[in-house]
Protein backbone atom coordinates (compact mmCIF):
# COMPACT_ATOMS: atom_id res chain seq x y z
CA UNK A 1 0.00 0.00 0.00
CA UNK A 2 2.89 2.25 1.08
CA UNK A 3 4.53 1.78 -2.74
CA UNK A 4 0.89 3.54 -4.25
CA UNK A 5 1.17 6.38 -2.29
CA UNK A 6 4.44 7.68 -3.24
CA UNK A 7 3.75 7.57 -6.92
CA UNK A 8 0.02 9.29 -6.11
CA UNK A 9 2.17 12.09 -4.16
CA UNK A 10 4.28 12.74 -7.05
CA UNK A 11 1.82 13.04 -9.29
CA UNK A 12 -0.45 15.78 -7.16
CA UNK A 13 2.89 17.71 -6.40
CA UNK A 14 3.74 17.51 -10.53
CA UNK A 15 0.36 18.52 -11.00
CA UNK A 16 0.24 21.21 -8.71
CA UNK A 17 4.01 23.02 -10.17
CA UNK A 18 2.15 25.02 -12.55
CA UNK A 19 0.22 26.94 -10.39
CA UNK A 20 2.88 27.20 -7.67
CA UNK A 21 5.27 28.69 -10.57
CA UNK A 22 2.65 31.14 -11.72
CA UNK A 23 1.77 32.52 -8.01
CA UNK A 24 5.96 32.99 -7.57
CA UNK A 25 6.11 34.08 -11.22
CA UNK A 26 3.26 37.14 -10.26
CA UNK A 27 4.79 37.53 -6.88
CA UNK A 28 8.43 38.09 -8.07
CA UNK A 29 6.19 40.55 -11.04
CA UNK A 30 5.13 42.54 -8.56
CA UNK A 31 7.92 42.46 -6.52
CA UNK A 32 10.58 44.02 -9.25
CA UNK A 33 7.97 46.76 -10.16
CA UNK A 34 5.58 47.85 -6.85
CA UNK A 35 8.43 50.47 -5.88
CA UNK A 36 9.34 51.84 -9.30
CA UNK A 37 8.33 55.72 -9.56
CA UNK A 38 7.03 54.35 -12.76
CA UNK A 39 4.37 52.05 -11.48
CA UNK A 40 1.42 52.76 -9.40
CA UNK A 41 0.90 50.21 -7.11
CA UNK A 42 -2.57 49.21 -5.59
CA UNK A 43 -2.74 46.10 -2.99
CA UNK A 44 -5.80 45.92 -1.35
CA UNK A 45 -5.68 42.91 1.65
CA UNK A 46 -7.86 40.17 2.87
CA UNK A 47 -9.15 42.04 5.76
CA UNK A 48 -9.59 45.76 3.82
CA UNK A 49 -11.86 42.98 1.35
CA UNK A 50 -13.80 41.57 4.61
CA UNK A 51 -14.64 44.88 6.01
CA UNK A 52 -16.32 46.12 2.24
CA UNK A 53 -17.98 42.39 2.40
CA UNK A 54 -19.65 43.19 6.02
CA UNK A 55 -20.77 46.49 4.54
CA UNK A 56 -22.57 45.03 1.73
CA UNK A 57 -23.08 46.09 -1.66
CA UNK A 58 -21.53 43.90 -3.41
CA UNK A 59 -23.87 40.78 -3.46
CA UNK A 60 -24.40 41.81 -7.45
CA UNK A 61 -21.17 42.27 -8.23
CA UNK A 62 -19.64 39.14 -10.06
CA UNK A 63 -16.21 38.16 -8.27
CA UNK A 64 -16.43 40.65 -5.98
CA UNK A 65 -17.96 38.78 -3.51
CA UNK A 66 -15.88 36.08 -3.52
CA UNK A 67 -12.14 38.34 -3.65
CA UNK A 68 -9.95 38.03 -0.79
CA UNK A 69 -7.11 40.12 -2.29
CA UNK A 70 -6.90 42.16 -4.64
CA UNK A 71 -3.15 43.49 -6.27
CA UNK A 72 -2.64 45.76 -9.20
CA UNK A 73 0.14 47.55 -10.93
CA UNK A 74 -0.23 50.30 -13.69
CA UNK A 75 2.13 51.95 -16.17
CA UNK A 76 1.18 54.89 -17.54
CA UNK A 77 3.46 56.99 -19.90
CA UNK A 78 6.30 54.02 -19.68
CA UNK A 79 9.10 53.91 -22.37
CA UNK A 80 8.96 51.38 -24.92
CA UNK A 81 11.95 49.34 -23.35
CA UNK A 82 10.24 49.19 -19.88
CA UNK A 83 6.67 48.44 -21.45
CA UNK A 84 8.37 45.60 -23.44
CA UNK A 85 9.97 44.60 -20.42
CA UNK A 86 6.91 44.54 -18.37
CA UNK A 87 4.99 43.31 -21.25
CA UNK A 88 7.60 39.79 -21.44
CA UNK A 89 7.37 39.54 -17.25
CA UNK A 90 3.14 39.15 -17.50
CA UNK A 91 3.82 36.65 -20.35
CA UNK A 92 6.33 34.57 -19.03
CA UNK A 93 4.10 34.37 -15.73
CA UNK A 94 1.11 33.33 -17.63
CA UNK A 95 2.89 30.48 -19.54
CA UNK A 96 1.80 28.08 -16.22
CA UNK A 97 -1.67 29.62 -16.30
CA UNK A 98 -5.03 28.71 -18.58
CA UNK A 99 -6.22 31.96 -20.52
CA UNK A 100 -9.76 32.40 -20.51
CA UNK A 101 -9.93 35.31 -23.14
CA UNK A 102 -8.11 37.81 -25.56
CA UNK A 103 -9.62 40.73 -26.86
CA UNK A 104 -8.04 43.38 -29.30
CA UNK A 105 -10.41 46.11 -29.39
CA UNK A 106 -9.12 48.97 -31.53
CA UNK A 107 -6.07 49.11 -30.26
CA UNK A 108 -6.53 47.73 -26.44
CA UNK A 109 -6.03 45.04 -25.44
CA UNK A 110 -7.17 42.43 -22.83
CA UNK A 111 -6.00 39.21 -21.31
CA UNK A 112 -7.73 37.43 -18.87
CA UNK A 113 -6.09 33.75 -17.24
CA UNK A 114 -7.66 31.55 -14.31
CA UNK A 115 -5.56 29.46 -11.42
CA UNK A 116 -7.80 26.69 -11.39
CA UNK A 117 -8.65 25.11 -8.63
CA UNK A 118 -10.25 21.17 -7.82
CA UNK A 119 -13.90 22.64 -7.81
CA UNK A 120 -13.23 26.27 -7.95
CA UNK A 121 -10.97 29.15 -9.50
CA UNK A 122 -8.13 30.49 -7.05
CA UNK A 123 -7.40 33.06 -8.85
CA UNK A 124 -7.84 35.53 -11.87
CA UNK A 125 -4.95 37.32 -13.60
CA UNK A 126 -6.23 40.45 -15.97
CA UNK A 127 -3.33 42.50 -18.46
CA UNK A 128 -4.58 45.45 -20.08
CA UNK A 129 -2.40 47.32 -22.84
CA UNK A 130 -3.90 50.61 -23.93
CA UNK A 131 -2.08 53.39 -25.97
CA UNK A 132 -0.31 55.23 -22.53
CA UNK A 133 -0.94 52.58 -20.14
CA UNK A 134 -0.37 48.82 -19.29
CA UNK A 135 -2.38 47.37 -15.85
CA UNK A 136 -1.71 43.50 -14.54
CA UNK A 137 -4.24 43.09 -11.58
CA UNK A 138 -4.38 39.52 -9.63
CA UNK A 139 -7.84 38.72 -7.98
CA UNK A 140 -7.31 35.74 -5.00
CA UNK A 141 -10.34 34.42 -4.07
CA UNK A 142 -12.52 31.26 -4.39
CA UNK A 143 -14.72 32.12 -7.40
CA UNK A 144 -17.18 30.20 -9.09
CA UNK A 145 -16.84 29.06 -12.88
CA UNK A 146 -20.68 30.34 -13.25
CA UNK A 147 -19.50 34.04 -12.08
CA UNK A 148 -17.04 34.49 -14.42
CA UNK A 149 -19.48 33.52 -17.23
CA UNK A 150 -21.75 36.10 -16.13
CA UNK A 151 -18.75 38.22 -15.83
CA UNK A 152 -17.37 38.00 -19.30
CA UNK A 153 -21.12 37.86 -20.75
CA UNK A 154 -21.97 41.57 -19.49
CA UNK A 155 -18.63 42.66 -20.78
CA UNK A 156 -19.93 41.35 -24.30
CA UNK A 157 -23.14 42.25 -24.35
CA UNK A 158 -23.57 45.86 -22.33
CA UNK A 159 -21.06 47.21 -24.87
Known amino acids: MKILHLPLMLLLVALSAPVAMANKCADQLFDKYKSSEHFEYVKVPSIVMAAGKAAGG ?5 LVGDTKSMRMLVLENGTDGLREEFRKGVDSMSDSLEMITKINDSGEKVVIWQEPGKNSIKAFFLFVE ?3 ELMFMELKGNFKHED ?7 AVFDR
Open 58 to 62: VSDMP
Open 130 to 132: EKD
Open 148 to 154: MAKLLDD
